[in-house]
Antibody, heavy 117, light 107 residues
């Protein structure tokens, strides 16, 4: 069973850039949808976007202008960049694999990112 | 975006009870519907996908049904470890969206 692990700063200042990495323990990273999902404290889940292979990405329109997800197969990692963060971006950020037939079958434990000055 | 609405938002039940959680999509999603269980401080875990397919390793007391816009998750006999929060999620079209969750509490 593949294992995922998020890493990155736990505190980001408003208007700055949030950057997280997800390390994938084993298996090929090609032909798979690698996702970021977030959950504000005490609230529900929001899909941020995915990267598929190295050149295909799709984002939630609510964040599209600020987000980039990229894949580095040589390091078995994929990354999230979110620009111009605000307090509402404070959340537990999860990386997850999306597999046919169409469900998130593996998740990282999550990493809390707080946006505050 | 496809809006997913779960009901109820919370329910109280006892060990051994049969409970049914409902999820409604704002437009038809076929059977592109998954159910997740999330315990406090943990990542969600998939229980059901394809609306009715039980994920390997998930107890058979969990079952799912529905297609189109209306879906249900049934727990046939609640166990102590089942008192937590459940989310539905559609993967018919992006942006993939989740319901707001149903919290199952001990009566």
């Amino acid at each position: 069973q593949v294992q995922l692990q998020e890493s990155g700063p736990g505190l980001v200042r408003p208007s700055e850039t949030l950057s997280l990495t997800c390390s994938v323990s084993e298996g090929s990273m090609t032909n798979t949808y690698w996702n970021w999902i977030r959950q504000p404290p005490g609230k529900g889940l929001e899909w941020i976007g995915y990267v598929y292979d190295t050149e295909s990405a799709k984002y939630n329109p609510s964040l599209k202008s600020r987000v980039t997800i990229s894949l580095d197969t040589s390091r078995s990692q994929f990354s999230l960049i979110l620009h111009s963060v605000i307090a509402a971006d404070t959340a537990l950020y999860y990386c997850a694999r999306f597999e046919p037939p169409y469900h998130f079958d593996s998740w990282g434990p999550g990493t809390l990112v707080t946006v505050s000055s | 975006d496809i809006r997913m609405t779960q009901s109820p938002s919370s329910l109280s039940a006892s060990v051994g009870d049969r409970v049914t959680l409902t999820c409604r999509a704002s437009q038809s999603i076929g059977t592109f519907l998954s159910w997740y269980q999330q315990k406090p401080g943990k990542a969600p875990k998939v229980l059901i996908y394809g609306a009715s397919i039980l994920k390997s390793g998930v107890p058979s007391r969990f079952s799912g049904s529905g297609s189109g816009t209306d879906f249900t998750l049934t727990i046939s006999s609640l166990q102590p470890e089942d008192f937590t929060t459940y989310y539905c999620q559609q993967s018919s079209r992006t942006p993939w969206t989740f319901g707001q969750g149903t919290k199952v509490e001990i009566k």
